[in-house]
Nanobody, 128 residues
Framework: QVQLVESGGGLVQAGDSLRLSCAASGRTFSNYAMGWFRQAPGKEREFVAAINWSGSSLYYADSVKGRFTISRDNAKDTVYLQMNSLKPEDTAVYYC?????????????????????WGQGTQVTVSS
């Protein structure tokens, strides 16, 4: 079992930056690729970014590419999502998730099916 706790959300203005953190516990963190998803009201949960166990492979949704950066610190059992140039359409609850394997290759990393464990989410609200 892996427990995930997100933090760092809040209310910001368009153009601002936020850094989300997700602290993991319970199992060896480096055994898992990690992902970030988000869910806006009335919409399905959508993929944002993913990172393999070592940080050498990164994937992003087109909507955030060039603005968001996913990273991890295995010594701190933490994955991060740096969000720059935020837009009102980025408003959502952001969730981190632990994947089913250390690698993302050949997995459903872009869908919720690729992940076993989920955090409770942190709200990000971007005002115009």
């Amino acid at each position: 079992q892996v427990q995930l706790v997100e933090s760092g959300g809040g209310l910001v203005q368009a153009g601002d930056s936020l850094r989300l953190s997700c602290a993991a516990s319970g199992r060896t963190f480096s055994n898992y690729a990690m992902g970030w998803f988000r869910q806006a009201p009335g919409k399905e949960r959508e993929f944002v970014a993913a990172i393999n166990w070592s940080g050498s492979s990164l994937y992003y949704a087109d909507s955030v590419k060039g603005r968001f950066t996913i990273s991890r610190d295995n010594a701190k059992d933490t994955v991060y999502l740096q969000m720059n140039s935020l837009k009102p359409e980025d408003t959502a609850v952001y969730y981190c998730a632990a994947a089913r394997s250390p690698s993302l290759r050949g997995t459903n990393y872009g869908t919720t099916l690729g992940y076993n464990y989920w955090g409770q989410g942190t709200q990000v609200t971007v005002s115009s």
